[in-house]
């Protein structure tokens, strides 16, 4: 049984960090995609960032880029999101996910094939 499970989500005054994990179970992952997307109230789950296997290639949201980054180790089946310089607007419950190894760049929803369970990032101003 495959499970993600998100981690790092809190309360952080604007302009603060935040580092979010996501630990992959049931299987190993090495050879997918995995990436980052977030769920603001009465919006669109979003896409964040995301990864490429062996962890040279990183996309991102263009209201993210410099101030986010995504990596990945692969020997703990693990994908990281270290957020910078938070603002406000970031604030969302933020979804970890495997896409499909098939799927290559810009990634949306319909490519992934599993999904975390979410972890509330708020933003104060």
């Known amino acids: 049984q495959v499970q993600l499970v998100e981690s790092g989500g809190g309360l952080v005054q604007a302009g603060g960090s935040l580092r979010l994990s996501c630990v992959a179970s049931?299987?190993?992952?090495?050879?997918?995609?995995m990436g980052w997307f977030r769920q603001a109230p009465g919006k669109e789950r979003e896409f964040v960032a995301a990864?490429?296997?062996?962890?040279?290639?990183?996309y991102y949201a263009d209201s993210v880029k410099g101030r986010f980054t995504i990596s990945r180790d692969n020997s703990k089946n693990t994908v990281y999101l270290q957020m910078n310089s938070l603002k406000s607007e970031d604030t969302a419950v933020y979804y970890c996910?495997?896409?499909?190894?098939?799927?290559?760049?810009?990634?949306?929803?319909?490519?992934?094939?599993?999904w975390g369970q979410g972890t509330q990032v708020t933003v104060s101003s």
């Open positions: 996910a495997v896409f499909d190894r098939g799927s290559s760049w810009p990634y949306n929803r319909n490519d992934a094939d599993y």
């Open positions: 049931g299987r190993t992952f090495i050879t997918y995609p």
């Open positions: 990864i490429r296997w062996s962890g040279g290639n990183t």
